[in-house]
């Protein structure tokens, strides 16, 4: 589902093959994207089972990557024992080196950040020296 522009529109696929057009199903006030993922095994050979803290970890550092927006993992595969952790670092990689020094002692107070942008081209660097 995607919440835009006061509309929640909807597209299912399978094997990667949009299943319908994309619907408008209702109206929101919210913004954001919900996706619902079923491992299928004929493309996953290797697993169709996650493990939850490897899936928590990546959730973890691309909210990190993505300073400012929330993302959500929710484990619905026992529903007596639903999972769920959100995740949202307005200061994006700053906040990622700050996690990282929680228990050390840095040189100096606050990390050293730049963000660029040239040429349609970001960069964005943080660092503390401990």
Known sequence: YVHR???????????GVPQFDLKE????DKTGTVIRFKADGEIFTETTVYNYETLQQRIREL???NKGIQITLRD????ENVREDSYHYEGGIK???????????PIHDEPIYIHQS????????????N
């Open 95 to 105: 906040s990622y080196v700050e996690l990282l020094n929680e228990n050390k002692e």
């Open 63 to 65: 909210a990190f990557l």
């Open 76 to 79: 619905e595969r026992d529903e």
């Open 25 to 28: 199903v209702g109206t929101t």
């Open 118 to 129: 040239k040429d349609d081209i970001e960069v964005e660097i943080a660092i503390q020296y």
């Open 5 to 15: 522009n006061e509309t929640i529109y909807h597209q299912a696929y399978k094997k």
